[in-house]
């Protein structure tokens, strides 16, 4: 649904592009004035059926015609009913004392230091690390510990690290607690730490330990260079996975109703989880939460945001809109499967986020042209190119850290193993998903009854109706106001009559002709300049993964932004910045940190060792097949509902020892190839679970036509489900029936 009147005006990504069709959302104020004006008191009446719903009327009959729920949108200037303000007062009081509560954790702990100890140990020479300070003289339930190897490879091989937390009372030490950790590159990549927190809930009641040490041996015979930090947590610590569940579940009640805006629900999730963490004595520094944040996707998504605002101004997404409207031969579902296509197959080669940017504002023009209403068709965009980076390893975030994974290479799996495995079942997946669409479609009316541009003269002829019902006309002057509404209400409605009545003509013999003369690319210069520095940008996309071009995807997009600024001699940046999903970017931002700090409190851990747990119990014959379906349908619901980057990162070593177990006997392949379908596919499932999906629901905001949690979710959950099944038969049929596992 559109915005209220004049919704697309000063929203689209250029304001002095003319709107297609019937469609132009834009400029209906300014219409307005000039076939409406408030002095007009002609009262003729409406000669199409169409405008029956909004006939010139006379005051005395406003408040019966015009009613407050004939739109959702006119709802905001009606007087709220007691219950309404009530439950919004206690919204707002609610997240107010929950943030105050956050707030007083976060800055009455002090920040985590940066610095680790750094100590050496092998099998002839063991370490004991005593506690000092308040780790030694606070009674503490709980001690986390975080080891890092940074030795040699040679001397990490087949190496193992002991760690013992020890406490010593009656004059002799007690062994509290006990962890093995494997620090062979293959189970702890380098650099990375592993993560243990120690039980001392084990020292008996009433006792208080005179020393705590932790005590380290290693199998290694070569010293072990190890970074070992330690801390203690409170008795609440046990608890902190679920406390991670229900600040999670927290954000998406607050999406899911719209209580508030989706960026402030992720900001507010993200201070609940570092307050959580402050709470917990784990209150990370500011430069660490700075790094959580992928500035890569930030500035990704803020150098294609300005190149496309700039390429706007061309006038390239009314010619190609025209064009594909032409394609169709008037065939919505023709038009349908024309874009999906070509954004599954896109995003194959293309990250799927940049082929979301360039392809929203052109289905929006186009449905224009054709008067239908974009949301669907959008979701349905955003699905397949989900679908289509699935097919190979540069098309999705999650199969570029799968491929690049230094255990994963060295078994031998590169970009063409996995895109010949993966393409095989996108195929099956696509086509499963296509069907399904297709049916999904018939049900969802995509012709809209009126072009957005009536629907804000009507929207404006209901407030100017209720801003007339609310006059008593008990005075002159409120008559005189009264009947000056009126007459405003009753020049709208002409207005609108005859638009409705120009639109009916148009619809019934649309001029291709004429709408290729007149929405033709006006910029010629600009579109030479921009299809140049897009072009390259696209092609640096291509070959940033060669090892001797040092630049990532966000590092090229801001290159190929300033260039294009720059070359398009731009004097008024200030209204292209005011063009950037700002709302998009911090919702990213927050959203990184919310996914951090949920993992820092355990929760993907802890769905990671569940996993585990699971496919140990089912009996060996059926292991592979149960190994494969519980690793794809968890990573696809846990990808639909957090973010599948931090996900993917801690399911890979899971993946990885599996395959390692030999009592387990489970290879590696498959397991990869199931992780990265349930983590690309899955990101299908909700509007946040996936980048692309947050990045085209912000344009179409932008343009009119807001996307909500409810309206992805009706279209892309059961897709997803879908998509699910049809990989789960590819991965049974190909790897437990056909043996396809070398």
Partial sequence: MTRGAGAGHGSDVDDTTPLLGGGGGGGSSASTAEEGGISSSSSS?????????????????LASTHSSEDDPHATAAAPLSKWTRRLRVTKTALLSVLLLMAAVFFCTEEEQTTLTPVYAASRAFPLSVPLEGA????????????????????????????????????????????????VSPTSLPAGDAAHHTFDATTIPDGVRPTAMAFNVTTTSE???????????????????????????????????????????AAMLGSFLTLGVLSLLRQRPSLDV?????????????????????IFAQTGFFEWAAVRGYKLSRGSVWRLVTLLCAFAAVVSAFLDNVTTVLLLTPVT??????????????????????????????????????????????????????????????????????????????????????????????????????????????????????KRLLTDKVESLSEAHDKRMREYDQRRQAPDVAELERT????????????????????????????????????????????????????????????????????????????????????????????????????????R????????????????????????????????????????????????????????????????IGASANVVCAGLAEQHGHPISFNDFFKLGFPIMLVSIVAASIYLILCHVVGDWNG
């Fill in 45 to 61: 009446s409406a000669s199409s059926s169409s405008s029956s719903a909004v006939a010139p009327m006379p005051p005395a009959h």
């Fill in 135 to 182: 780790e030694q003289t606070a009674p503490f339930s709980y001690y986390r510990a975080e080891l890092t190897a940074y030795s040699a490879e040679a001397a990490l091989n087949d190496s193992t690290v002991l760690l013992q937390l020890s406490g010593r009372w009656e004059e002799r030490w007690h062994v509290l607690d006990v962890l093995t950790v494997d």
């Fill in 222 to 264: 070569r010293p072990l260079s190890l970074a070992l930090s330690l801390k203690g947590l409170p008795y609440a610590a046990r608890y902190q996975e679920v406390y991670a569940f229900l600040i999670l579940v927290g954000v998406y009640v607050l999406i899911v109703f719209e209580l508030v805006h989706r960026m402030l």
């Fill in 289 to 309: 939460i700075v790094g959580w944040i992928d500035f890569e996707t930030v500035c990704l998504l803020f150098g294609m945001m300005l190149m496309v605002g």
């Fill in 364 to 481: 929006i023009r186009l449905c224009r042209v054709l008067n239908l209403d974009p949301k669907p068709i959008l979701i349905a965009e955003v699905i397949f190119s989900n679908i289509g980076g699935t097919a190979t390893a540069v098309g999705d975030p999650p199969n570029v850290i799968i491929v690049s994974n230094a255990a994963i290479s060295r078994a031998g799996i590169d970009f063409s193993e996995f895109t010949l495995h993966m393409l095989l079942g996108v195929l099956l997946v696509a086509a499963c998903c296509y069907v399904a669409l297709a049916l999904m479609f018939r049900r969802i009316p995509l012709e809209l009854a009126e072009p957005a541009e009536c629907a804000g003269l009507r929207r404006e002829i209901q407030v100017w109706c209720r801003a007339a019902n609310r006059l008593a006309g008990g005075t002159a002057e409120e008559a005189t106001v």
């Fill in 519 to 622: 929405y033709r690319i006006h910029d010629v210069p600009l579109f030479i300049k921009s299809c140049v520095v897009l072009g390259t940008v696209i092609i640096m996309f291509f070959l940033h993964s060669i090892p001797q071009v040092h630049l990532d995807l966000g590092w090229i997009s801001l290159l190929g932004a300033m260039s294009l600024v720059l070359v398009a001699d731009l004097q008024n940046v200030e209204g292209l910045l005011e063009k950037i999903e700002w709302g998009t970017l911090l919702f990213f931002a927050a959203l990184f940190i919310l996914m951090e700090g949920l993992g820092e409190l355990g929760l993907i851990d802890f769905i990671g060792d569940g996993v585990v747990a699971l496919i140990r119990a089912v009996p060996e014959g059926a």
């Fill in 624 to 687: 592979l097949a149960a190994a494969l379906l519980v690793i794809l349908w968890v990573s696809a619901l846990c990808s639909s509902f957090i973010d599948n980057i931090p996900f993917t990162t801690a399911m890979i070593p899971v993946v990885v020892a599996l395959s390692e177990d030999a009592e387990l006997g489970l290879p590696l392949r498959p397991l990869v190839w199931a992780l990265a379908m349930g983590a690309c596919l899955g990101g299908n499932g909700t509007l």
